[in-house]
């Protein structure tokens, strides 16, 4: 294998890589604060791809807008579900819950397919073309992506590490009856942390439209891979599913190359199996935090 | 939270009902119903032995499955595998079930000695992932697909799945009332309080999983019978893990009568919406079953059954019913 197709195959797996750990710093950040796991993730994903597809072929801006825009839809959008539906679980069983957010993703698995049909959607406008360096050919839209998911995945960390908001979401993952008898308000404290993680998912979804193709699916193709990363990583750990979508990224890049995409995905899944069997608090995640 | 059977009488009832209500249901095709009417019953019991299968498993446990539709897939391509080799209808029904109970040990050994989610995820690749292998596989067809060789009578998986959707309501009702099935339900309450009491808890959710992933992998084989090709992205569709969680969730989990009324009802809908908007079937189950979540969460059997008794309740305080009048 020569050393420009590896740095090729390194740049595709970090592309995959970036927006993967977009998908899975929300489900984490939404699962750490909340303990739900967010089977309509993907939906939001796909809300953020469709969002950008009709604004670049209605208005004929810049995908690159599509970026905010799907973030501030999605967040909009997700403050409504949480305060609508998923605040009036948060104290049920694991099974409530899971059920609830199940049945938000196939109401809008439906809504997408009945409104889109299942139509490849994708657009022309934004970046194109590819820039070489060092002999490696890198495309400029690949090279966006890249660039977007680093900035805004970056964004997320020091808000989370740094600001005042993120010291009490971390509170709140660590200790939810604590964080609250320390005066963290516990309602608003679940709603910033999911309609953020949502926001992000769907800016993702924008990202997605803008290397892909845009189907009533796409989002829930992602997400699947977005929960691998998850368990992979640790539940609820950001730097185990930082770590893990990187992991994954590469490892469905060099495997698409060497095999296909199905071998690709066959792989990730029985890896997925392995933590389960080998180490069920994933690589990073605390042991017990996979209750 | 958890309604603890005191009525031991209403079992015995209760299935000489079930089996009345199965015995007329498989002697449609000989009394002259239309064809159209025996797909409905059909595909209502297909739904209730799918819909039973998880009840057993994610109803009485609580550890939710996605996987019943790939272990119904299994099933039916087990079967169809086993009929073109030549093989007798039994041994082939049997090897259906095998294979469903193989796959569930790959996902229980991996995860149910952790806690919920750990399972739930299991399950959520599985289907994914078997569907993925399938094509993969020299003797499945691979994306083309497999015909069953030989033409069966109609009847046939007609009244196998009847029997099965049947033979799965009987078991929960006994499971239910019965000692074990206490000890079920005392693991959904408080898993640790329940090991602490010494109940072992992994072996009881095995097992149950492995005999839910039979009667899904029967279901599955008497479907594949039914439809005689098999597709591989039709027989993998999430539609099918759908229909096996949210028939039960919508009618009233860990109840006997709550897959039968979901199964109805969810045969409803898909006709209904056939006509007016396919691809809105999606998003009505889940509306429904966010609905059913958030005012009505026992499902809707056990909520009408309530109401009725505090009616009957009510009305009887002036003046107590007499002894023996149910």
């Known amino acids: ?291 | 939270m958890i309604s603890v059977p005191n009525r031991r009488s209403a079992v015995p009832g209760g299935i000489a009902a079930a089996l009345a209500v199965a015995g007329l249901a498989a002697a449609l095709p000989w009394l002259g119903v239309s064809s159209y009417g025996q797909t409905l019953v059909y595909y209502a019991a297909y739904y209730l032995a799918l819909g039973q299968a998880w009840n057993l498993m994610s109803g009485m446990t609580g550890y939710v499955s996605f996987a019943h539709g790939a272990f119904a897939g299994i099933g039916a391509y087990a079967v169809v595998i086993a009929l073109n080799g030549d093989w007798r209808m039994l041994p082939a029904l049997f090897a259906a079930a095998v294979a469903a109970v193989l796959a569930s040990l790959v996902i229980g050994a991996t995860s149910l000695r952790l806690r919920g989610i750990a399972f739930t995820f299991a399950t959520l690749f599985f289907q994914e992932l078997t569907l993925l292998i399938l094509r993969k596989l020299p003797f499945t067809g691979g994306p083309g697909g497999l015909v069953l060789q030989q033409i069966l009578p109609t009847w046939l998986p007609y009244v196998m799945m009847i029997a099965l959707a049947a033979a799965a309501t009987i078991a929960v009702a006994m499971l239910r009332r019965s000692r074990l099935g206490l000890r079920i339900l005392a693991l959904k309450g408080d898993e640790a309080a329940a090991v602490a009491l010494g109940i072992d808890a992994t072996r009881i959710k095995l097992a149950l999983f492995c005999a839910s992933a039979a009667i899904a992998g029967l279901a599955g084989a008497a479907h594949g019978l039914f439809a005689a090709s098999l597709y591989p992205d039709v027989v993998f569709s999430v539609d099918i893990s759908l229909v096996a969680l949210a028939v039960p969730m919508i009618g009233g989990v860990a109840t006997a009568i709550g897959p039968v009324v979901g199964a109805v009802l969810y045969v409803g809908i898909r006709e209904l919406l056939q006509v007016v908007a396919p691809q809105l079937h999606l998003t009505i189950v889940g509306l429904l079953l966010l609905l059913v979540m958030l005012f009505l969460r026992e499902g809707i059997a056990p909520a009408v059954a309530g109401s009725i008794r505090r009616r009957v309740r009510g009305a009887a305080v002036p003046s107590p019913a007499p002894e023996g009048s149910r």
């Open chain 1, 1 to 291: 294998m020569s050393i420009t197709l590896l740095f090729q195959l390194l740049v595709n797996g970090l592309v995959v890589g970036g927006l993967l750990s977009l998908v899975a710093l929300g489900l984490v950040l939404i699962f750490g604060v909340m303990r739900v796991v967010n089977f309509a993730h993907g939906e939001f994903i796909t809300l953020g791809a469709y969002a950008t597809y009709l604004l670049v072929s209605q208005t004929g801006l810049s995908p690159l807008i599509g970026v905010p825009v799907a973030f501030a839809l999605g967040a909009l959008v997700g403050w409504v579900v949480q305060v609508a539906v998923i605040a009036q679980v948060t104290s049920r069983p694991e099974l409530d819950m899971l059920m609830v957010t199940y049945a938000l993703s196939i109401i809008g698995l439906g809504l997408f397919a009945q409104g889109f049909g299942g139509d490849f959607r994708s657009y022309a406008a934004g970046p194109s073309g590819s820039v070489s360096l060092a002999g490696v050919m890198i495309g400029w839209r690949s090279l966006t992506v890249l660039l977007f998911s680093v900035a805004m995945g970056g964004a997320t960390l020091l808000l989370v590490q740094r600001a005042r908001i993120g010291l009490a979401l971390r509170a709140l993952a660590l200790n939810r009856d604590a964080a609250a008898s320390c005066g963290i308000n516990v309602v608003s404290g679940e709603r910033v942390a999911f309609c953020l993680g949502v926001g992000i998912a769907a800016a993702a979804g924008s990202l997605i439209s803008l290397i892909g193709t845009t189907t009533p699916t796409v989002g829930h193709e992602w997400v699947l891979d977005g929960f691998v990363v998850v368990v992979l990583g640790g539940m609820g750990s950001i730097g185990g599913a930082l770590a893990a979508a990187l992991a994954i990224g590469l490892v469905q890049s060099f495997t698409s190359f060497a095999l296909d995409d199905s071998w690709a995905k066959i792989i990730t899944y029985l890896l997925l199996y392995a933590t389960l069997l080998l180490r069920p608090h994933g690589l990073l995640g605390r042991r017990g935090a996979e209750a």
